[in-house]
């Protein structure tokens, strides 16, 4: 089945301090990875996707196959980031998105 | 451009009524979806369109769901009879059709339901 699992449902980190929200996925093939974020007041978006291997606001996440992990990281904190994050994934060639239950990340000044 | 619209954005209603929910795509996408988001659940994919045709309704919750798209810029989401249970955000998403990793969702501001 496929599965994606975000273990913490709220994470708080001080400002500065490294971030690292973590997800797990099962699924029977080679998935698609994403992470979006919705802002407070503000839509849900797509922040990386792992096809792109890209970098934005500072946040890079690795897909590691042999431990079905996409973490998200990000060296510094900053207040900004505070957000709701979702990691998701798709079936390669697949239009649909699986979600996970999200986590609540909370920057402390 | 206003991005993906959604009305109404919210909507409180009492056990038994019929709720229907509106969602207007970003101009040119052809993929349209319906999301549900609980605290317990999280996002939950209910439904997806592609050219206006229903092509995967496995998250629908039941038959007292039923989503249209009668044209390209206009689908609707409809509950009958409403239950307390329904209370959530609902939220619709459009895309460029083909694969997810290579056409992002854009997701409308969603309809907050409460059933009383």
């Known amino acids: 089945a496929q599965r994606v699992t975000q273990p913490e449902k709220l994470l708080s980190v001080f400002k500065g301090a490294p971030v690292e929200l973590k997800c797990n996925y099962s699924y029977s093939g080679s998935p698609e990875l994403f992470w979006y974020v919705q802002y407070s007041r503000q839509r849900l978006q797509l922040l990386l996707r792992h096809i792109s291997r890209e970098s934005i606001k500072g946040f890079t996440a690795d897909l590691n196959k042999g431990e079905t992990s996409f973490h998200l990281k990000k060296p510094f904190a900053q207040e900004e980031d505070s957000a709701m994050y979702y990691c998701?994934?798709?079936?390669?060639?697949?239009?649909?998105?699986?979600f996970g239950k999200g986590t609540r990340l909370h920057i402390l000044p | 451009d206003a991005g993906v619209i959604q009305s109404p954005r919210h909507e409180v209603t009492e056990m038994g009524q019929e709720v229907t929910l509106r969602c207007k795509p970003i101009?040119?996408?052809?993929?349209l979806f319906w999301y549900r988001q609980t605290m317990m659940r999280g996002l939950e994919l209910l439904i997806y369109f592609n050219n206006n045709v229903p092509i995967d309704d496995s998250g629908m919750p039941e038959d007292r769901f039923s989503a249209k798209m009668p044209n390209a810029s206009f689908s609707t989401l409809k509950i009958q009879p409403s239950e307390p249970r329904d209370s959530a955000v609902y939220f619709c998403a459009s895309s460029l059709m083909g694969t997810a990793a290579y056409n992002e969702q854009f997701f409308g501001p969603g309809t907050r339901l409460t059933v009383l």
């Open positions: 998701a994934l798709s079936g390669k060639g697949d239009d649909k998105i699986i």
């Open positions: 101009s040119g996408h052809n993929s």
